[in-house]
Nanobody, 128 residues
Framework: QLQLVESGGGLVQPGGSLRLSCAAS????????IAWFRQVPGKEREGVSC????????RYSDPVKGRFAVSRDDRQNTVDLQMEDLKPEETATYYC?????????????????????WGQGTQVTVSS
């Protein structure tokens, strides 16, 4: 059974940086696309970034382009999200996700309904 565990969240000041990590167990991730979403209470999950398998093609939502960078290490079975210049409105629980039917992110990657396996999330708080 594939399991995902996020880590690296915490409290950071506006303009600061954090690096989130998603570690997988039970199955190798190398054949699957991996995405990051975030969610605040009362709102839908928002797609943040996605990285495809093999090609490593990356996708980003408009609000984070130029500030976030997603990367994967298939030997370690991990996917990281480097976040720079964080803003208070980006306070949220961040989740990684994958789907064994999806090798590429595709045009619908930012829809949460297209992903099967989710981690428990890691809290990111951006505040002074």
């Amino acid at each position: 059974q594939l399991q995902l565990v996020e880590s690296g969240g915490g409290l950071v000041q506006p303009g600061g940086s954090l690096r989130l990590s998603c570690a997988a167990s039970g199955r190798t991730l190398e054949r699957y696309a991996i995405a990051w979403f975030r969610q605040v209470p009362g709102k839908e999950r928002e797609g943040v970034s996605c990285i495809s398998s093999f090609s490593g093609m990356q996708r980003y939502s408009d609000p984070v382009k130029g500030r976030f960078a997603v990367s994967r290490d298939d030997r370690q079975n991990t996917v990281d999200l480097q976040m720079e210049d964080l803003k208070p409105e980006e306070t949220a629980t961040y989740y990684c996700t994958t789907d064994q039917r999806r090798a590429a992110c595709g045009s619908s990657w930012s829809s949460s309904t297209g992903w099967d396996y989710w981690g428990q999330g890691t809290q990111v708080t951006v505040s002074s």
